[in-house]
């Protein structure tokens, strides 16, 4: 069996699910995966029961300095002597990414990026040379890799990411009437998932029309709070959620409601589509709009435009029967395309062809000179106020959208 690292540690998030899968998926296949970080570990992990299971199978890396080179290299010298290879995720940590361009050749190497952001994609084109194969979790990045960053063709490659749709039951959704029941679920954070944009779609359904469930934590909670105060008990703030609990928690509720700017994947959507709850999304180009289609599965809408969210909304609450179909239609596209077994066999068919056609890529560098590459171009962009960003970042997103 093939030993494989996963660069990431046993904490709540999309990168460490991402393992998960993996780690089940690909064990049919003949290759094992665990998870792998420099010391120390998170606290978190260490003390909160829902990685107890996690820590069984994964290395924390003893290191012999507290600085990013002596854990980079210690890392280094680990994998070369327990693993044959390992999948690199981008902004992982900057010292896991940094040690693909250190291990030596006979380490297969498979980088996943998660992220459509400039950040992301630069970070990767530093580390591109030295994988042999880049696995993107969306069309939308494998495209905007290959035509603005130099990536080829033949080793990038589109993968989604996977749930594991046993957890969501087999039963067909069954009509529902009543007050429709809203969900908005995971980081509540505005820049990138636009949870303040929730505001305009309460004030636009309307008082007494929709109740609005809000499951997650993030550091705009308190603002968001604040703004959706006046609704009263039609706002239920949930916290956290574990994962066991997301299947239940959203097959309690009718339509799922994902406002971001911009999206590397959306792994909410996909457990939403499983549970039955009806994606109204933002339609961002190459990322949602192969997850949702448009009238079937679930609703898009321009990012930003919470007037079209509002009329989805509104369409899905006075025609039920048309909300039960879509619910179900959403149940059987999760399962047929995004399910853990199906997206591992496209991670096991990209191992083994690198592993039988083994690309070319640069000679490692010398692992004694170990040091982190320079961000080219993040510092200016940390000069632009965050409020303009999100702007042009919209505008762009939504002309992009109306070209296709």
């Known amino acids: 069996m093939k030993r494989f690292a996963a660069f990431s540690t046993p904490l709540l998030g999309g990168m460490h699910m991402v393992t998960r899968s993996l780690r089940k998926g690909l064990a049919p296949h003949g290759i094992e995966v665990r998870w792998v970080c420099p010391a120390?570990?998170?606290?978190?992990?260490?003390?909160?029961?829902?990685?107890?299971e996690d820590l069984s199978w994964g290395d924390v890396v003893p290191t012999d300095g507290a600085d990013d080179a002596s854990r980079g290299r210690c890392l280094t010298r680990y994998i070369e002597q327990n693993y044959d290879g390992v999948f690199a995720h981008v902004f992982g940590g900057p010292i896991e990414m940094n040690t693909c361009r250190y291990l030596p050749e006979k380490i297969l190497r498979i980088m996943v990026v998660h992220l459509n952001s400039l950040a992301t994609y630069e970070f990767a084109a530093h580390i591109r040379?030295?994988?042999?194969?880049?696995?993107?979790?969306?069309?939308?990045?494998r495209d905007d890799l290959v035509s603005k960053y130099g990536f080829a063709p033949d080793r990038t490659?589109?993968?989604?990411?996977?749930?594991?749709?046993?957890?969501?039951?087999?039963?067909?959704?069954?009509?529902?009437?009543?007050?429709l029941r809203l969900i908005s679920l995971g980081r509540i954070e505005d820049t990138q998932k636009g949870v303040f944009w929730l505001e305009d779609l309460l004030r636009g359904i309307g008082p007494g029309k929709a109740t609005l469930t809000v499951a997650g934590y993030g550091p705009a909670l308190p603002e968001l709070r604040r703004r959706l105060a006046p609704w009263g008990h039609a706002v239920t703030f949930r916290g956290r959620v574990e994962p066991p609990d997301v299947p239940a928690l959203l097959a309690e509720h009718d339509v799922f409601i994902f406002p971001s700017r911009y999206e590397g994947f959306g792994i909410t959507l996909i457990e939403a589509m499983a549970a039955g709850c009806v994606p109204v999304s933002s339609r961002i180009r190459g990322v949602t709009d192969t997850i949702i289609e448009h009238g079937k599965t679930g609703f898009l809408f321009p990012v930003g435009e919470m007037g079209d969210a509002v009329s989805a909304v509104r369409k899905l609450d006075s025609d039920r029967d048309l909300l039960c179909r879509m619910a179900n239609e959403a149940r059987e596209r999760s399962r047929d395309r995004f399910s853990?077994?199906?997206?591992?066999?496209?991670?096991?068919?990209?191992?083994?062809?690198?592993?039988?056609?083994?690309?070319?890529?640069?000679?490692?560098?010398p692992l004694e000179e170990w040091k982190l590459p320079?961000?080219?171009?993040?510092?200016?962009?940390?000069?632009?106020?965050?409020?303009?960003?999100?702007?042009?970042?919209?505008?762009?997103?939504?002309?992009?959208?109306?070209?296709i």
């Open 374 to 403: 320079s961000r080219f171009g993040a510092r200016m962009r940390g000069l632009i106020p965050v409020w303009i960003k999100s702007i042009l970042r919209r505008r762009l997103e939504n002309a992009a959208s109306m070209r």
């Open 340 to 365: 853990t077994e199906k997206v591992s066999d496209q991670y096991a068919e990209s191992v083994m062809h690198v592993l039988v056609n083994r690309p070319t890529i640069a000679k490692p560098l």
């Open 40 to 52: 120390p570990v998170p606290e978190q992990s260490l003390h909160d029961p829902v990685y107890a």
């Open 157 to 179: 490659v589109s993968i989604p990411n996977s749930i594991d749709v046993s957890a969501y039951g087999n039963g067909p959704r069954t009509r529902r009437d009543g007050v």
């Open 129 to 141: 040379n030295y994988v042999h194969c880049t696995s993107c979790v969306s069309p939308r990045i």
